[in-house]
């Protein structure tokens, strides 16, 4: 019978859709197919071949406590309290969530300039004190830094992360965005990398979307919107900052 060969049958499951119920469905027909279905070796290229993750949920953040509310449909939807942080706030809440990404949560308090990393996961949670420069950040990004050949994001958990803050100065005319780059690998951020904007009153308030290897924010400004960019060629090197005019 076809489905006795293994090779064969991991190329069934391999194009299986990647939301879990699918391959959790196929892995309780039979030991042979379950022992197939959880193999390391096939995960990988399951993630690889499916590339971009399915999505599980989403986060909300309020006064403390980080919430997370599943799409996936029942029986497989994810519990509430599955994945949750609190933390502990006394009086007016500082913190606020800003990203998420890579399986990773991003939040930030601009009173104290510090972010935490969290990994919902694995509940790793690491706290980080930003630079000095940045004395009015709004946002910031949080990313995977693994940079092994064949890395599909998607099982980045204790993965090497990067978080990009950003920021942007007046002094008397001009008007400069700024940002650092901190790596969980080395422990330590960046120099400051800068660039002229176009315009005073600019700030930079949205999140950030990664769309291949660029971050890209809309520029909030008193007469329209522009984008501002950070490049980086392998997520890891020379990044270069780029500003355009209104679109």
């Not at 599955?82 to 706030?89: E, G, N, P, R």
């Not at 600019?202 to 809309?218: D, F, Q, S, Y």
């Not at 008193?222 to 490049?231: A, D, F, P, T, Y």
């Amino acid at each position: 019978h076809p489905l006795e060969d293994d090779d064969l049958l991991r190329e069934i499951l391999l194009r299986l859709p990647p939301q879990p119920p699918y391959l959790l469905r196929a892995s309780l027909v039979a030991k042979r197919w379950q022992h197939i279905a959880t193999e390391p070796k096939f995960l990988r290229r399951f993630r690889i071949h499916h590339r971009k993750p399915p999505l599980l949920g989403d986060f909300s953040y309020e006064y403390g406590r980080l919430s997370f509310r599943s799409t996936l449909d029942l029986p497989y939807r994810i519990p509430p309290g599955h994945f949750s942080l609190q933390l502990q706030v006394h009086g007016r809440d500082p913190w606020r969530l800003v990203d998420c990404r890579h399986g990773s949560v991003l939040l930030l308090n601009r009173e104290r300039r510090q972010v935490i990393v969290w990994d919902p996961v694995t509940g790793d949670r690491s706290l980080l004190s930003v630079p000095t420069e940045f004395e009015d950040m709004h946002t910031a990004a949080v990313l995977c830094a693994a940079g092994e050949q064949g890395h599909a994001h998607g099982a980045c958990h204790s993965s090497p992360f990067k978080v990009v803050v950003v920021d942007s100065y007046e002094h008397d005319n001009e008007a400069v965005a700024f940002t650092s780059v901190y790596c969980s690998e080395t422990g330590v951020w960046s120099d400051l990398l800068s660039t002229p904007l176009p315009y005073r009153g600019i700030t930079v308030v949205n999140a950030g979307t990664l769309v291949g290897n660029t971050l890209h924010w809309l520029l909030k400004m008193h007469s329209g919107i522009s984008r501002w960019e950070w490049v980086d060629p392998a997520l890891a090197l020379d990044p270069a900052l780029v500003a355009s005019g209104p679109t």
